[in-house]
């Protein structure tokens, strides 16, 4: 049977349609809903990876300026939610407000903060943590090595786990500080490998306004020594490439 020019046309036009419509639906999806970043360091073993791709919801905590890549500047957020002690976020780091970190949150406004001999201290109550084994590494081809892991458990019940690689490491006595009000107090999970509100200098107290969102669930994940070695070009080495036990973990 015969097309005709018409029905030819007819085609790629509703092609170009149904692609430009996708394309409006994951750009309307990633500025309002769910935007994906991936994993970088290694400061928030074993709870993130290098490597790991996840979604972060940016309606978690309302929106600032920062949400919208700050195209849109104003002050102050909209539909504002405040996170909770033990939530994974993503943040535009405050001394330069462009890049993107990711850590937990332990200090909300007014809590003093102190680490002792590597356990954490929230308003002079130490925070439980237990022994529960050792996550192994593996980083720049060198041998396998053991690091201490402990669940530590918040006062509101997040349980999680954090890792403590150097015994009274530069930050395990660190403190007091106090967060003021607005700003939240960020660790990573890997302690002794973290820049966090512990460095003045190198994160210090997130203001509220910096948050871009909660951390959700995991969707993919390459296991990779540095970010963006994963081989792409070479699909015949993706399932030994890939860490299959990780996709749709839900980061808690």
Do not use: C
Not at 122 to 150: C, H, L, M, S
């Amino acid at each position: 049977m015969a097309v005709s020019a018409n029905t030819r046309k007819g085609g790629w036009l509703e092609t170009a349609t149904i692609v430009i419509e996708a394309l409006a639906i994951a750009m309307v999806v990633r500025t309002f809903l769910y935007q994906p970043f991936n994993i970088p360091s290694g400061s928030m073993k074993e709870t993130l990876l290098i490597g790991d791709y996840l979604f972060v919801s940016k309606l978690s905590y309302g929106y600032s300026r920062y949400s919208f890549y700050n195209f849109i500047p104003f002050e102050g957020r909209i539909f504002p939610a405040e996170p909770k002690r033990g939530d994974v976020v993503v943040f535009k780091l405050p001394r330069d407000n462009s890049t993107d970190y990711i850590k937990r949150v332990v200090g909300l406004p007014g809590d003093q903060i102190d680490v002792r001999s590597g356990v954490l201290y929230i308003n002079g109550q130490e925070v439980p943590r237990k022994r529960i084994g050792d996550f192994v590494t593996q980083e720049d081809a060198g041998p396998p090595r053991p690091i201490p892991a402990y669940e530590e458990t918040l006062p509101n019940g997040v349980k999680y786990t954090v890792l403590d690689a150097e015994e009274n490491g530069p930050f395990d006595n660190v403190g007091p500080y106090k967060v003021p009000v607005g700003h939240y107090f960020m660790m990573g999970d890997n302690r002794d490998n973290s820049t966090d509100s512990r460095a003045s200098w190198g994160v210090g107290y997130v203001p509220f306004d910096n948050l871009i969102g909660r951390a959700e669930i995991i969707f993919f994940s390459a296991a990779v020594d540095e970010p963006d070695a994963f081989r792409w070009w070479s699909p015949w080495t993706w399932p030994f490439d890939i860490r299959w036990n990780r996709f749709f973990k839900l980061v808690r």
